[in-house]
């Protein structure tokens, strides 16, 4: 029996900051908060009940995400962002799983199996795939561009944009997919995830940016 000290303990300035940035990122991403509404230090810290710290630090890793900009009067405002930027960052993050499909360091029963994924299932697959590997550099950049990913695969968010939900089934990529990974070629597993990824785009729309 524990004296529940742990469920009590202090949250690190660290934590504060990450929560107040999955907030905003997720309310950016859905459209609660529009391109080009100004966000207020003041009325985000007083909102969430934290101090400014947090705050400043979740708003300066928006704008390194290009999801806010600052202008020269120092507003913060929502950023412009399209499908196309999102095809961008499904590309980025294909090209770092497929780093961890041909590194030989990396033990081919150790990557995932994609069909037991959910509906994000090119999200989740290629950044299981980024954790395999040892570069700690690459392992946030894939975690970084798979969080406004996994935000806007939400039914609600896709058809906000005019996706056809049904044009993100991804069966049959998924299922060369596992065949690759059974077969253990790595240039297979890398040509599959490939496929998976082409299809993932060309599901966001007709036009790559």
């Known amino acids: ?57 979740a708003l300066a890793r928006l704008e390194q995400e290009q999801f806010v900009e600052v202008s020269r009067s120092s507003a913060t405002t ?3 962002w399209t499908v196309a930027d999102m095809k961008v960052r499904a590309r980025l993050l294909a090209s770092i799983a497929r780093i961890a499909t041909n590194d ?12 037991a994924s959910g509906p994000d299932v090119f999200v989740v697959v290629c950044q299981t795939f980024a954790m395999t590997l040892t570069s700690s550099l690459a392992r946030q950049t894939a975690a970084t561009v798979a969080a406004p990913l996994s935000l806007f695969l939400q039914p609600s968010v896709l058809q906000g944009h005019g996706i056809d939900v049904a044009a993100m089934r991804l069966e049959p990529e998924v299922a060369f997919l596992a065949e690759a990974l059974d077969g253990g070629d790595r240039q ?16 966001l729309g007709p036009n790559d940016p």
């Open 78 to 80: 929502v950023a412009p």
């Open 188 to 203: 297979v597993i890398a040509l599959a995830v490939d496929d998976l990824a082409d299809a993932f785009i060309h599901g």
């Open 104 to 115: 030989p360091t990396v033990l081919i029963g150790s990557l995932p199996d994609p069909r």
């Open 1 to 57: 029996m524990t004296d529940g000290s742990l469920a009590f303990a202090p949250i690190s300035k660290r934590s504060l900051a990450e929560t107040v940035y999955d907030r905003l990122l997720e309310s950016i991403i859905t459209g609660d908060l529009a391109v080009g509404s100004r966000l207020n230090l003041d009325e985000i810290s007083a909102g969430f009940g934290v101090s400014k710290t947090p705050v400043r630090e």
